[in-house]
């Protein structure tokens, strides 16, 4: 069974910076995306970043060149690196995963979920 743990979420004050973990394990495949979603308090659930294990990536337009997702493939850990953020980007920040190495960030073809981790951006 493939499961996801995430980490590092805090609350920070508008300006600043935090790094998300996403760590898998149970995994019996070799191909595979890992990804980021967000849901606001008052929000619909969002596709963040997602980066496959063949380097391909994806960007919500909204966060391109703020956030940066990366992947270590021996750790089968996922990071985000959010920097400049904002109040707007307060949210729970899941993680998620599929089989495959198309980096979509349509919710629909993920099928594992993390538990989330919170993001707080006060200004």
């Known amino acids: 069974q493939v499961q996801l743990q995430e980490s590092g979420g805090g609350s920070v004050q508008s300006g600043g910076s935090l790094r998300l973990s996403c760590t898998a394990s149970?995994?019996?495949?070799?191909?595979?995306?890992l990804a980021w979603f967000r849901q606001g308090p008052t929000k619909e659930r969002e596709g963040v970043a997602v980066?496959?294990?063949?380097?391909?990536?994806a960007y919500a337009e909204s966060m391109q060149g703020r956030f940066t997702a990366s992947l270590n493939n021996t750790k089968n850990t996922l990071y985000l690196q959010m920097n400049s953020l904002k109040p707007e980007d307060t949210a729970m920040y899941y993680c998620?995963?599929?089989?495959?190495?198309?980096?979509?960030?349509?919710?629909?073809?993920?099928?594992?979920w993390g538990q989330g981790t919170q993001v707080t951006v006060s200004s």
């Open positions: 998620a995963t599929r089989q495959g190495h198309i980096a979509t960030l349509s919710a629909r073809y993920y099928h594992y």
């Open positions: 149970g995994y019996t495949f070799s191909d595979y995306c």
């Open positions: 980066i496959c294990s063949d380097g391909s990536t």
